[in-house]
């Protein structure tokens, strides 16, 4: 069973640094294209980063420069670095992954999820 745990979310003023986790069990690792999405209140949820399993990145545009997006194959874990945090990066966050060397950025080609760290940017 493919298990995707995210930790790391808290409340951080604006301009501070966070960096989220995804832990996996369950799967073969480095086989997955892993992601992060994030959802806010009222909104539909956004791509936020993408590592495939080859190591390639690809960003949304409202975090590109911002966040980056790392995978530990020892670990088999993904992180998310996330640097000048904005009031409008307040969104929970969602780790995904799909069984494929392909980044997508449409969260139904991700058929695993896991059950979302909370963001909040404010002072």
């Known amino acids: 069973q493919v298990q995707l745990v995210e930790s790391g979310g808290r409340l951080v003023p604006p301009g501070t640094s966070l960096r989220l986790s995804c832990a996996t069990s369950g799967l073969t690792f480095s086989r997955y294209t892993m992601a992060w999405f994030r959802q806010a209140p009222k909104s539909t949820r956004e791509f936020v980063a993408a590592?495939?399993?080859?190591?390639?990145?690809f960003y949304g545009d409202s975090v590109r420069g911002r966040f980056f997006i790392s995978r530990d194959h020892h670990l088999n874990l993904v992180n998310l670095q996330m640097d000048s945090l904005m009031p409008e990066d307040t969104a929970a966050y969602y780790c995904?992954?799909?069984?494929?060397?392909?980044?997508?950025?449409?969260?139904?080609?991700?058929?695993?999820w896991g059950q979302g760290t909370l963001v909040t940017v404010a002072s």
């Open positions: 590592v495939s399993s080859g190591g390639i990145e």
């Open positions: 995904a992954a799909r069984s494929s060397s392909l980044i997508s950025t449409v969260a139904d080609n991700y058929p695993t």
